[in-house]
């Protein structure tokens, strides 16, 4: 098949942002002004001195390219904050990080997580969707929390874009933005998935009983051949969860992960997986109680980092402290 051309792929960038904001699940648009709450993980040690947790700023602008505003989460919050903040927002996203993501004994991270999980099955079940999306180590602790159990396999995927295999474009709530045949191609055939992880969910998994409702979306095979899980999401609710990063392409520019694409096949791919997460978060009924709150929230309160090095590959970054943010919320009780 031959490759898409220039003119073609301008044309479909068009398409998907008119398709991304359609109503391509059949669900009435309850919020235009969606906000998107970002978990933020535990910091490498040489950020532990001034900080708790941290987000990849390149996280904020993929939801904020696709029409979201942004409120941080730390993983670290009191449970009463942490609850609150659940109840305000219209989804969170659950980025990469560092460290194998284990239960029983949950980590801090994992016990965190466990409460979200939890809140987001019960309030969906009622009819009131919150959408969630985790990428790599956030992948991976979906995953983990879906089972109940230390799943993961070893893998070889540190550094590495490939393409997709096995790709179920029909009835995805994920895909459902990137449809029509230039757009299959690109996903199918173009290397678009970037990998940073040593870890995975192996195939067998997703037919074992934990996972009989969800739907595998897609695999990809790491260096050494082995097949892994690519993304997989709930079969009932807006929960998804992919390995690969599509957030990297657009926003990321480190030379020292030079698998990261840059082309424009990555970057449309990448930008409709996004603007389909927040499509789903448009579908949330929570908001903030009032403005002052929301405005405080917001993640332009805090300042954002120059942190590209040899040991931390994001380009930006933002850092918190639990017991500041929880002092924001905190102020309006």
Known sequence: MSSPSVVQLILLLLTLVTLAFADTTQSQVVNSRPIIGVFACPPPIRFQKTATSYIPASYVKWLESSGARVVP????????????????????????????????????????????????????????????????????????????????????????????????????????????????????????????????????????????????????????????????????YPIFASQFHPERPAFEWDPAVMATPHTVEAVIVGQAIGNSFVEQARQSYNKFPNTDQEDAMLIYNFPVTYTESDDFHFEQAYFFSSDDVALRINAFR
């Open 73 to 236: 989460v730390p993983y670290d919050l009191p449970l009463a904050d942490l609850q609150t903040l659940l109840r305000s927002i219209s989804g969170l996203l659950l980025p990469g990080g560092y460290g194998e993501p284990t239960v029983n004994p949950d980590t801090p991270y994992m016990a965190t997580l466990r409460h979200v999980l939890a809140y987001a099955h019960e309030t969906n079940r009622v009819g009131r969707p919150f959408a969630i999306y985790g990428t790599c180590l956030g992948f991976e602790a979906l995953s983990v929390l879906t089972a109940d159990d230390n799943i993961l396999i070893n893998t070889n995927a540190e550094n590495m874009t490939g393409q997709l295999t096995d790709v179920a474009m029909g009835g995805s709530r994920l895909f459902g933005g990137i449809q029509g045949p230039l757009a299959v191609q690109l996903l199918k055939e173009k290397p678009i998935a970037t990998n940073f992880h040593s870890y995975g969910l192996g195939l067998g998994t997703m037919n074992t009983r934990p996972f009989l409702q969800t739907r595998l979306l897609a695999t990809q095979p790491d260096l050494d051949g082995l097949p892994f899980v690519a993304a997989w999401e709930h079969a009932h």
